[in-house]
T-cell receptor, first 117, second 114 residues
């Protein structure tokens, strides 16, 4: 079975602090894709990043960085120097690529990040 | 502009009154799906469609129907809504040509069933 776990339900930080959102996944597929989405208070889902299982390079995009480690089945997301506009719900998601896969995204429960001024 | 649209964005209805939430995409995507979002559960897939006239159940299909008569449209039908279907609904689409493409999500429909 495939599963995504975001153990942190809510995180509260003060502006300019660094914060890491954890994501642990389970899958038996050898090929799979991992995603992060941001859901601001307005409700839409904003795509942040996609990673495939063969690419373990960490990625940095401005204040955002992602650490993908297959050995621990984790795909953690760090925001450096957080800002109030980062306040949102963040979802980690998994899509398998193998026989029996329907193409659906398996989402974690989401982590609500509150950045206080 | 490439997008997925949903209508209505907000809906309050009563138990048992049939309703349809429309979803349309302008990217010629083959794959479309519906998700519902509930607190503490993330998003869960309701139904999906690999192409026109090809639909199948997701993880939580009970109480829902879909149809895919045209490639661009994928309506979600609640024949007899109940309060436990109060939720935030998202339609999504993606191409199947390149397997790693992310899904494009609509803006969401917030449904309340009284």
């Amino acid at each position: 079975a495939q599963k995504v776990t975001q153990a942190q339900t809510e995180i509260s930080v003060v502006e300019k602090e660094d914060v890491t959102l954890d994501c642990v996944y389970e899958t038996r597929d050898t090929t799979y894709y991992l995603f992060w989405y941001k859901q601001p208070p307005s409700g839409e889902l904003v795509f942040l990043i996609r990673r495939n299982s063969f690419d373990e390079q960490n990625e940095i995009s401005g204040r955002y960085s992602w650490n993908f480690q297959k050995s621990t089945s984790s795909f953690n997301f760090t925001i450096t120097a957080s800002q109030v506009v980062d306040s949102a719900v963040y979802f980690c998601a998994l899509r398998g690529f193998g026989s029996g896969n329907t193409g659906k995204l398996i989402f974690g429960q989401g982590t609500t990040l509150q950045v206080k001024p | 502009e490439a997008q997925v649209t949903q209508n209505p964005r907000y809906l309050i209805t009563v138990t048992g009154k049939k309703l349809t939430v429309t979803c349309s995409q302008n990217m010629n995507h083959e794959y479309m799906s519906w998700y519902r979002q509930d607190p503490g559960l993330g998003l869960r897939q309701i139904y999906y469609s690999m192409n026109v006239e090809v639909t199948d159940k997701g993880d939580v299909p009970e109480g829902y129907k879909v149809s895919r008569k045209e490639k661009r449209n994928f309506p979600l039908i609640l024949e007899s809504p109940s309060p436990n279907q109060t939720s935030l609904y998202f339609c999504a689409s993606r191409t199947t040509g390149i397997s790693y493409n992310e899904q494009f999500f609509g803006p969401g429909t917030r449904l309340t069933v009284l």
